[in-house]
């Protein structure tokens, strides 16, 4: 089964990415390790030894000597771990970026991906390879999949771009028959009556299957023919699955490749459906904020946060291109201290406000992660909206990437 990854995990693990791919090595001295669930520690650590054996051929004393390091780097971090390799993996990033002038500096960054590693990869280059969990930041909403006729049903999981088939499920129902007269009409009943008793166990099975799966965005149900219009609108599934259902499809197969069928014929539905998700927030934000006394919504920093730390926000929603750190500056003179909501790279020092002096960076915490903590304490929603979508830009360049729908008005 698919693990659910929360707004703030996916968040946090793209802030991470977006770091580790801005470091620029001199040589081929980054270091990617890439090491799937349940590998032995000890096979790795015996394939670094061999790399780092390997690595004194290397020409360039300062090349050779940066990715010795960053194998006894990673070697040391080894030894953190038990036998084998975590649920999903483990995947480094080791090795010296330029800091200033002349000036280098080691990156180590040892992260466990919210979704399973594939094969082993190590590799050496003067960027870190980043591919394979930059997918993983793509939107994995969940979806059930049924194809169904009267031979077989076959039932799976869209996650997404990965299917997952979960049962397949042959039917006794009769095709055909030659009989003529009252056996034939007794004959067609049986059938009947044999496939009311095959979709009902195949409606049990999606009640198994599907209901309760948290985060389940829709059902999408296909097949040939009209068997699967029959067991849509004839109610046979569970009433909570039946308001899941988002359409049918025509697939020409009811087996694994048939799921595969239907993913593909309904790919600019799903499309549609991400879409439509994030306009409908964004419409409820513009629904309340067009109201003449401007109803229960507000946007930008200060009133959105104000309003999230008295615990009046239902619902925050914040651009995935929203980059704000608030950082603390000290007075060296007076010991003063004062706050300031700066973009992600521009720290810059002001004039302390109450003598004047030049203050210093003495904490800062990333905004975000800041809003999250306090929705998580305030029992509020949040959603994260894609800065790639006309609802992203919108709400990241007329809102200042933060606006929120209110549960009561706090006097602004």
Known sequence: MF?????????????????????????????????????????????????QSQSSNIKSSTTRKNVQSAISSILS???????LAPEHGLVFFVGTIPKNGDQTTMVQH????????????????????????????EEKDIYGLLVIDRKEATLGFLKGQAIQVVKNMQSLVPSKHRMGGQSSLRFER???????????????????????????????????????????????????????????????????????????????????LDLMKQKALMDRFMSEIRKPDDGLGTYGVREVKQALDMGAVALLLVSEGLKKM?????????????????????AVAPACNNCGAQTS????????????????????????????????????????????????????
């Open 326 to 346: 608030e950082r603390q500056f000290t007075c060296p003179n007076c010991g003063n201290t004062q706050t300031a909501i700066q973009s992600d790279e521009d």
């Open 190 to 272: 049986l059938i009947e009556i044999a496939a009311n008793e095959y979709y009902k166990s195949v409606a049990e099975t999606c009640t198994t299957v599907f209901l309760g799966v948290k985060g389940l965005n829709g059902i999408l149900v296909g097949g040939p023919g009209s068997t699967k219009d029959f067991f849509v609108k004839e109610g046979y599934l569970h009433y909570e699955l039946q308001k899941k259902v988002i359409d049918t499809f025509d697939t020409g197969y009811t087996d694994e490749y048939g799921l595969r069928e239907l993913v593909e014929k309904a790919k600019d539905r799903l499309k549609d």
């Open 361 to 412: 960076l003495t904490a800062e915490t990333d905004l975000v992660d800041e809003m999250f903590e306090t929705a998580d304490r305030m029992g509020t929603e949040i959603q994260l909206i894609s800065a790639a979508s006309e609802e992203g830009k919108m709400l990241l360049n007329a809102f200042g990437g933060l606006a929120a729908v209110l549960r009561f008005r706090t006097g602004r």
């Open 110 to 137: 040892v992260i466990e991906p919210p979704e399973p590693v594939g094969t082993f990869l190590y590799r050496c280059d003067s960027s870190f390879y980043l591919d394979p969990l930059m997918s993983m930041l």
């Open 3 to 51: 693990m659910e990854i929360t707004e703030k995990q996916r968040y946090d693990f793209k802030r991470e990415m977006e770091k580790i791919s801005s470091y620029q090595g001199k040589g081929t001295e980054l270091i990617s390790l890439y090491v799937p669930a349940g590998k032995m520690i000890s096979d790795v650590a015996n394939y670094l030894r061999e790399e």
């Open 77 to 83: 971090r080894l030894k953190y771990y038990k036998m």
